[in-house]
């Protein structure tokens, strides 16, 4: 459409260009104005969509499909294009001329350029990388704002200088473009042209077409919903948000009510005006064009619809500039867009002022928003800021389209003045079609004061009603009934009935009915009786109370609960201590509603958590558990300081406070004072729940709980960001997170049903009450609203029971949606064979108007006699549920239960019961309602609920789980046609509206009062006008192939299977108006069934199975196998329940039209309009110039926007919290856990309770490894045992006289071989098999045990005694520790050993220093006379790797507090993690070398530190007098997994007897170790040890007291006895095995002592678990088998990244009967190994000797040896030796040395040729590279 326009006059906007003219020349700098006739052929970028015609675009935009265009449904049309002239050049990037226009070549040309013509760079489609260049007159291009471009075109062509091209089309053809679509300026002509410094032509900026580069697409929402707003009775005035230099005054009693709105709102929605209750046919037309709100606000005010109807489908997004810099003129003009009946938010015209702001400012916004802003243009550098004499002439300009609804007034010396001038307008009656004022006080001053005035009746309305309280409004309303004001209404109720009063009418229909009610319920009975089961009592598959169970989303909030409590735990505050508590107890506060409380009691009982938690015991009554929930009222405040006096005296117990609806009352106590006379629990929850005890108790946890938050997330709040909780999303990236048989319908979901294509609109509005209400308010203007509404709805009840009842013309005087309602209310329980109903919701917030709402719908039931038909339920939070005794006994039939004083006292307990629970209160207490809720009609909500939590709250009431088994949308929804022309739309949120239950509603024609008869599921009219009509909304085929008969002989009960859908049936579309998307769907499972209600014709029931069967076989369409007529048809749809639907469908929610709408919009970003409001009504925001919410931010986000962006009112209990002088003002122990209204966040709490309980159970448990002593048979059978069986202490003559046993008992070496002795006689069947190396961790037994208060910690713990110890000390910073190296040489290793100190400032007096902070000298180590018990002598070292977290290094509680020296040995890459977790702890550092080393590099360093550390001790304190040998010898090395000790207490009067009895009890460390440190002759032993703890230990094994025998895991060592016995650093596994060995043939003593004993946890990370063998080539991941550790030398093998030695050790455990064959399972020809002990697997046993002088070994002469095992054989090792020892033919030999050199320098040394036979096959060497350096084995055969 290039140029369709251009040249034509368009007179319909010259009013606006004119306005456009003055303004412009009001802001220019120039003097002349730009010329208004050249205006109207220009596009004009503010125009907006006219209020009747819909947002209008400028012509030359279409739907671009190309870059940023919108999308059209149809495809586009191709272009045709003009054939080319004869012999014309074709070719792309060249003119029709020949001559080439592309840039790459002509960019260095001279090019004639006429003067006002720009170079530009066109794009052809046949030529994406090239630009064609061409010349354009200027004043047909746009501006830097894509504003001003003159319509049409003017051009020439570059190559062959044909000038004066006027039509675009034309040009395009000329330079070849070759388009498939219609050629437009704007697509093709993309970039301006531009010379470089080198005078090159190169590629510019974008031309800015209209800003399209940087506008965002919006999606089109309804243009009808309306913006809702606050009002005032009279005049009400309240100021704008300041702009900055400017000074509103505030005028008196003005606030600024109203919640925030977002950026769609500010677009000031068009709303239809009400035209008789109907919509305007032109917003009903503009709906349908599905057209966009008007996002833009703009001085033009209202624009007539120019232009051709195709091009109005686009807005503006709210971020694109405006030539206005003020914010008045364009707020005046987005006033004046909202029709008659519309009010907007305050959050309007904040917004409006926003985006002004944010135009001029746009780099100081950029630095704040948390997101990026979209791209704007650079703003226009000529323009001046508005001035004060400008502003009222542009506020005047906007407002002049405006058709009287703004006004201007400016005045010059104060506001007052103009609101003189306004009130003076008023009286004369100048304003009445104004709304709004505008009063602008532009002094001389830079200040400009400005207020704006609500003057419409209807606005100043709802905005005074909004500015009342609670308690104000509840008492105007009351104040409005007592006085009679509304008798009135009632008068004119009674006019609009032609047959008279109502009253009059019921009284006279119950006059005449009164002798058929008997038949009528007999009637139904039969109809009932048709479905009951063979022994006579009906039958309901649908009726079941859910049993009480934990679903998966649950469990895991639980869990997130849990993990939260344990972070504040382990975290360095110290706010909790977890490892302290015992058990855990628990208070729920909930709100002053007694069904809640009754809830609550419900849940607390039936989910098991007092059990569970040990609280109370199996029999619990009713009144104990009434003790864990306190309602809030009057009598809370004695309980509550029960329960702080509980946790007082507890303090092992851990309180957790639950604060359940939490949103609810959060008024500080400060302000208690003023209310405490007329309700005494105001500020209850801040005395209470904020009191100094429960904030300073460290044993209470408070948690909130919420479905709405937002209150609790303000710049004040005391709870942390990270101790919230958000129920988590259902799915992630489309796949479900959790399995769920439910799915959850919430807020999102019901806003998700309204959308086109979707079978349901679950949310509603109704119109034509609307239209009442409306009209009503106009006729009586003094009355509250809330009046109104409440008495038109009763009455719209009352009309429809009538109707159905058999008052027909009273369907006239009720709304289709209040009868569909009743209808089904009556109907339900007809369906079903136990009388099974539904349950419709009525919501009236004003107590005083749910009694009159009660009484008159009671009165009305009584005079229709439909007493037993339906119940109505009086609800409020102060009392309790009351039903009728013939309802409660129907209850207790379908619950089966007993009891007869039984009486229902919760909501869920009214399941299946049919009744209108009328639900007063101003706010919803959390009261849940059963799964037989129908209908929820919300239309009486108040405009209270313009606060996201009060609107999401009532909306709340509907939120539902439905089965998952069907889902809702993809569930078979095969709906009736529509045949009856009449039937047009009945509810004006759809074009098609399906009829609830299924039922086809007669649709309203707009014009016409009158309808037909109604239908639905339960009734069937019998009139000819419904004959044509479809069966009602559960009709649904019969399946298929099932005979007729047998189908109608057997009741198919009603649950949810899908028993009534043909296989195959498809989803049938419905014959409608509506878009084709729209597709409704049928539930599954549902037969036709129509019922016989009472009938419109006749009073009394009749059963007429002829016609109803015609309507059926009349109802083409309708089901997808014909249903023949039978008179067993009765039998099967009578017994169909609508608790059958109820499980797969949630409830249906009629909303008020002005809620619904803003409920329903949403914004540019999708996110609904209702999530902008602000958040509570305790809250204020911190400023107008906020970031909007996103619909893309997670709960997370929206938490710290709020906690951002709002600030709590004086009146709220956290707005003192800043004021206490903390920086951190959170509270360390406070959670909050919101999620969806009825999601199930109470089972999740009392789940988190029950985790909690067990975790703590857990923390106070250990695993420890218990397991038998092995080899036990074994045992040497001595002459010599230890008999003094009291002595508590070794007697060293007599203990040097013991034997050594050799063989190891420590279960965890199982799988080593076994030491041969002199004693021993080993059957091969006495060892078992060896177990894999996979199942050795598994297969480990392990006991559960409480701790003991003398454990071992790991990092965890946290305790105030530990505090201390764990390096918060007062004196000291955290982490405050020096690094100290610490050297000396050891000829051993050949070099010098430097290791490396960490010590902390609070451990430097264990050590000595050359001066303070100077060089490390020594270790403080003390004497061997030292008789104190204050602490401990020997010096503890643990080696560790990989356990920072888990390793048990807290010995403060297992030393009892006493003073003791405890080191760390880490490794070097493992320092600072160390470091890190244990801060007060001294580390060893092992020097870098030792990285990858194994145990027993740490045990040697230990040790040869040790002696060295002693000779410095000697030495220090010779100089003081001290003798060397009383310097204490003796340090400890232990594992990082010993936990707890244990004593054996013997009874000494039974111990020499037979009868030995003994027990064992846990005791401290320390007790253990001055017991021993006291031994006398102590340091005559070389290594003390324990005995492994087990459950198994027999009384033989701690009879005697001491043993001579291997010690392991927990050792004290003699440093000084064993100087000159080594532990081998280069091994891994068995090193103290082997180190024990070595110091027997020593002839030093080894005693364990039995009656201690040592429990080691399992600790299943770190350690020797660290260790993982792989390949050295990365890529290949396939796991290492043992078998590969070795391999020949120079072979191809695939090397290993591991420790040499580590494969030669793992290789022997598993595969050494390779290297010894003889000496499988041959225990009586073990290995002879020399000077080690090698692991060799559990088949063959070794025989340790020792090659040095004078060692312990046992006597071999008489054994033969099966092989021979020399490992790195020293000089010790000489020929001579070898030859004492014999071998059996055969016997193998390996000698294992560092490299091949060596090893044949071995095999000569030993001249092992003599007796041995070697291959040069028989050599190998360990799967290392060079660079590892392998170890090398040789093997032979004995001759």
Not at 26 to 46: C, D, G, W
Not at 152 to 173: D, I, P
Not at 743 to 767: A, M, Q, V
Not at 1215 to 1239: K, T, W
Request: hydrophobic share 35%; charged share 20%; glycine share 6%.
């Amino acid at each position: 459409m290039g140029n369709s326009y251009a040249g034509q006059l368009k007179t319909t906007r010259f009013e606006e260009v004119l306005h456009n003219s003055i303004e412009a020349s009001l802001r220019s700098n120039n003097l002349v104005p730009r010329p208004i006739f050249s205006q109207l052929y220009l596009e004009a970028e503010q125009q907006l969509a006219a209020l009747e015609g819909g947002s209008r675009v400028d012509n030359e935009e279409e739907e671009e499909e190309g870059e940023g265009g919108l999308e059209t449904n149809s495809p586009p049309n191709p272009f045709q294009l003009h054939p080319p002239p004869e012999g014309c050049c074709t070719t792309d990037g060249f003119c029709q001329a020949g001559k080439d226009l592309r840039l790459v070549s002509i960019s260095n040309e001279p090019i004639d350029v006429p003067v006002g013509f720009l170079l530009v760079g066109a794009k052809s489609p046949s030529l994406p990388d090239h630009l064609l260049v061409c010349a354009v007159d200027k004043r047909f291009l746009p501006d830097d704002n894509g504003h001003n471009a003159l319509l049409g075109f003017s051009g020439n062509c570059v190559g062959c200088g044909k000038k004066g091209f006027c039509y675009f089309t034309e040009f395009s053809n000329h330079i070849n473009l070759k388009l498939t679509t219609q050629p437009k300026k704007q697509k093709h002509l993309k970039y301006y042209l531009v010379r470089n410094a080198q005078g090159t032509l190169t590629k510019g900026p974008l031309i800015c077409w209209k800003g399209s580069e940087f506008r965002s697409r919006q999606i089109p929402t309804s243009t009808c919903s309306g913006s809702f707003f606050p009002a005032l009775e009279s005049t009400a005035a309240f100021p704008s948000e300041p702009i900055p230099g400017t000074n509103p005054s505030i005028l008196t009693g003005a606030q600024q009510a109203g919640p925030a709105s977002d950026h769609s709102s500010l677009s000031a929605t068009v709303g239809p005006a009400v035209f008789n209750g109907k919509d305007s046919p032109k917003c009903q037309q503009l709906a349908k064009n599905n057209l966009l709100a008007l996002p833009r606000p703009s001085a033009l005010g209202i624009l007539s619809n120019s232009g051709p109807p195709k091009k109005r489908h686009k807005g503006w997004s709210p971020e694109s500039p405006s030539a206005p810099d003020g914010g008045y003129p364009q707020g005046g003009g987005n006033r004046a867009k909202y029709a008659a009946d519309q009010v907007p938010l305050m959050e309007d015209l904040e917004q409006i002022f926003l985006r002004s702001w944010r135009e001029s400012h746009l780099t100081e916004i950029r630095q704040y928003q948390q997101a990026p802003p979209q791209p704007f243009p650079p703003a226009p550098s000529a323009a001046a800021p508005v001035t004060s004499a400008q502003l009222p002439w542009l506020a005047s300009l906007a407002a002049s389209s405006c058709n009287d609804s703004v006004h201007v007034i400016e005045c010059a010396y104060s506001l007052a003045e103009g609101l003189s001038e306004m009130f003076r307008l008023l009286v004369e009656g100048k304003l009445a079609k104004t709304n709004y004022v505008v009063i602008i006080c532009a002094c001389r001053s830079a200040a400009i004061d400005s207020c704006i005035a609500v003057t419409g009746k209807y606005q100043a309305r709802i905005l005074s009603e909004s500015l009342l309280t609670p308690a104000e409004y509840q008492k105007e309303v009351n104040y409005e009934l007592v006085t009679g004001k509304v008798d009135s209404l009632g008068a004119f109720f009674s006019t609009l009935c032609p047959e008279g009063d109502i009253d009059i009418l019921l009284d006279k229909f119950h006059q005449e009915n009164q002798g058929h009610i008997s038949s009528s319920l007999t009637a139904s009975s039969v109809t009932k009786a048709a479905s009951l089961d063979v022994s006579g009592t009906p039958v309901c598959t649908s009726y079941h109370l859910e049993p009480h169970s934990i679903r998966p989303f649950q469990l895991a909030v639980a869990q997130k609960l849990l993990s939260h409590v344990c972070s504040i735990a382990d975290s360095s505050t110290q706010n909790l201590d977890l490892g302290s508590f015992e058990k855990v107890d628990f208070l729920i506060c909930i709100p002053p509603s007694e069904v809640t409380y009754q809830q609550t009691l419900f849940h607390v009982w039936h989910s098991g958590v007092l059990l569970e938690l040990g609280l109370e015991k199996e029999h619990m009554t009713k009144q104990r558990v009434e003790q864990y929930v306190l309602k809030l009222d009057a009598e809370a405040q004695t309980k509550f300081k029960a329960f702080l006096q509980n946790s007082f005296q507890n303090p092992h117990t851990l309180f957790v406070l639950i604060h359940d609806h939490a949103h609810w009352d959060l008024v500080s106590s400060a302000v208690h004072n003023l209310y405490s006379q007329s309700d005494p629990s105001v500020g209850l929850v801040d005395r209470l729940l904020n009191c100094r005890e429960v904030k300073e108790a460290p044993n209470i946890v408070t948690l909130h709980v919420t479905s709405f938050p937002y209150a609790l997330q303000t710049q004040h709040t005391l709870i942390s960001p990270y101790n919230e909780i958000h129920w988590p999303a259902s799915c992630s990236n489309g796949v479900d997170l959790y399995h769920e048989n439910k799915k959850y319908f919430g807020l999102s979901e019901f806003i998700e049903s309204t959308l086109s294509g979707h079978s349901l609109p679950l949310l509603r509005y109704d119109s034509s009450f609307e239209a009442m209400v409306t009209a009503l308010g106009k006729r009586f203007p003094r009355l509250h609203s809330a009046v109104i509404r409440t008495f038109v709805l009763v009455q719209h009840y009352a009309a429809a029971l009538m109707a159905v009842s058999g008052l027909p013309q009273m369907k006239n005087y009720t709304s289709v949606e209040t009868l569909e309602i009743t209808q089904n209310l009556l109907n339900s329980p007809k369906q079903c064979p136990c009388g099974h109903g539904l349950m419709v919701l009525l919501r009236v917030p004003c107590s005083p108007l749910a009694a009159v709402a009660y009484e008159r719908l009671a009165h009305v039931r009584a005079r229709l006699a439909l007493e037993e038909h339906f119940e109505i339920i009086l609800g409020s939070p102060s009392s309790g549920v009351t039903v009728g005794k013939h309802f409660v006994k129907q209850l207790r039939m379908w619950q089966k239960i007993e009891d007869v004083e039984w009486r229902p006292q919760t909501y869920l307990e009214l399941e299946g019961l049919p009744c209108i629970l009328i639900f007063s209160g101003m706010d919803p207490h959390g009261e849940s309602l059963p799964r037989s809720l129908r209908y929820c009609d919300l239309r009486l909500i108040n405009s209270s609920c313009l606060v996201r939590t009060a609107l999401e709250q009532e909306l709340g009431l509907a939120a539902y789980f439905v089965s998952n088994e069907v889902p809702l949308e993809k569930g078979a929804r095969n709906e009736a046609l529509e045949s009856d022309a009449e039937k047009l739309s009945s509810t004006d949120n759809e074009d098609e509206e399906l009829g609830t239950e299924g039922s086809t509603l007669e649709k309203r024609s707009p014009m016409k009062r009158e309808r037909s008869h109604s239908h639905d599921s339960a009734s069937s009219s019998l009139s000819s006008k419904a004959s044509g009509s479809a069966l009602g909304g559960e009709s649904s085929a019969q399946p298929t192939g099932l005979p007729q008969g047998e189908h109608a002989r057997s009741p198919q009960p009603c649950g949810p299977t899908e028993e009534g859908r043909a296989p195959g049936e498809k989803q049938r579309p419905r014959a409608s108006q509506g878009p084709p998307s729209a597709i409704s769907r049928h539930s599954p499972g549902l037969t036709p069934q129509p019922d016989c209600s009472l009938k419109t014709s006749q009073r009394s029931v009749q059963v007429s199975v002829t016609s109803s069967c015609s309507q059926l076989s009349s109802s083409s369409g309708s089901s997808s196998s014909s249903v023949a007529p039978a008179a067993g048809m009765w039998v099967l749809q009578a017994s169909q329940c609508s608790l059958t639907k109820a499980c797969r469908q949630p409830p249906i929610v009629f909303l008020p039209k002005l809620v619904y709408d803003m409920v329903v919009s949403t914004d540019s970003s999708g996110l609904p309009k209702a999530a902008s409001l602000l958040p509570s009504p305790s809250v204020m925001w911190a400023s107008s110039f906020r970031p909007l919410l996103s619909k893309t931010m997670t709960s997370t986000e929206q938490s710290l926007y709020y906690r951002q962006w709002t600030v709590p009112r004086p009146n709220h209990m956290d707005y003192g919290n800043r004021a206490e002088g903390r920086v951190d003002g959170f509270h360390p122990r406070r959670l909050l856990l919101s999620g969806p209204p009825q999601i199930g966040k109470t089972g999740a709490y009392l789940q988190f309770l029950s985790v909690l309980s067990r975790m703590l159970v857990r923390l106070t448990e250990v695993d420890v490894y218990d397991e038998e002593e092995i080899n036990i048979n074994l045992r040497e059978e001595s002459d010599w045992h230890y008999l003094q069986l009291s002595d508590p202490w070794p007697d060293l003559e007599l203990f040097k006289k013991l034997p050594f046993d050799y063989i190891i008992h420590d279960p965890k070496y199982e799988d080593a071989s076994l030491i041969c002795s002199h004693y021993q006689s080993i059957k091969s069947e006495d060892r078992g098999m060896s177990r894999k190396p996979e199942d050795l961790y598994v297969r480990r037994q392990t006991a559960r045990m409480r701790l003991s208060k003398y454990a071992a910690y790991n990092t965890y713990h946290h305790c105030e005694q530990c505090h201390q110890y764990m390096g918060f000390h007062p004196r000291y910073q955290l982490y405050e520790s020096t690094l100290h190296a610490f050297a000396f040489s050891y000829s051993m290793l050949g070099e010098e050993i430097q290791l490396h100190f960490i010590i902390p400032k609070s451990k430097e007096h264990h050590f000595v220093f050359s001066q303070p902070g100077g060089q490390l000298e020594s270790m403080r180590l003390p004497l061997v006379t030292d008789k104190s018990h204050e602490y401990i002598k020997s010096p503890t070292f643990t080696p560790t790797t990989g356990r920072h977290e888990h390793g048990l290094f807290n010995l403060y509680h297992a030393m009892d507090g006493a003073s003791h020296l405890h080191v760390l040995v880490v490794k070097e890459y493992e320092m600072a993690i160390y470091k890190k977790y244990w801060p007060n702890h001294i580390m060893l550092v092992l020097p870098s070398i030792f990285n990858s080393a194994g145990v027993g590099a740490a045990h040697f360093l230990i040790k040869e530190l040790s002696y060295h550390n002693l000779e410095l001790e000697r030495n220090r304190q010779e100089e003081l007098g001290i003798k060397p040998q009383d310097i204490w010898p003796f340090i400890v090395i232990s594992d990082d997994s010993c936990v707890m000790w244990n004593v054996v207490d013997v009874d000494s009067a039974g111990e020499r007897s037979r009868e030995f009895s003994w027990s064992e009890r846990n005791v401290s460390l320390k007790h253990i170790m001055q017991h021993i440190e006291a031994a006398p002759n102590i340091t005559h032993y070389a290594l003390l040890g324990l005995r492994k703890w087990s459950s198994k230990t027999r009384a033989s094994e701690v009879r005697e007291p001491f043993s001579r025998c291997h010690v392991h895991n927990f050792i004290i060592l003699n440093v000084d006895l064993t100087q000159n016995v080594q532990y081998n650093q280069n091994r891994f596994l068995c090193d103290d095995v082997d180190f024990n060995l070595r110091v027997h043939s020593a002839g030093l003593l080894l005693c364990r002592f039995n009656r201690f004993s040592v429990m080691k946890k399992q600790i299943v990370v770190g350690g020797h678990r660290s260790f993982h063998i792989t390949s050295k080539v990365s890529d290949n991941s396939a796991a290492v088998v043992p078998a590969q550790y070795i391999c020949a030398p120079d072979s191809k093998h695939t090397f290993l990244a591991a420790p040499a030695q580590l494969l030669l050790e793992k290789f022997l455990q598993h595969h050494s009967h390779h290297f010894f064959p003889l000496s499988l399972k041959n225990h009586d020809h073990p290995v002879l190994s020399v000077d080690c002990y090698l692991n060799l697997g559990s088949q063959i046993s070794v025989c340790y000797v020792s090659s040095r002088p004078h060692s312990l070994n046992i006597s071999c002469s008489d054994l033969l040896f099966s092989g021979l095992l020399l490992y790195l054989c020293d000089s010790f090792v000489g020929a001579s030796f070898l030859k004492k020892f014999h071998f059996l033919k055969g016997a193998t030999l390996c000698v294992i040395c560092q490299d091949r050199s060596s090893l044949r320098q071995t095999v000569v040394r030993l001249e092992l040729e003599d007796e041995w036979q070697f291959r040069l096959r028989d050599e190998f060497q360990t799967a290392n590279a060079r660079e590892d350096r392998p170890l090398f084995f040789l093997t032979g055969r004995h001759i």
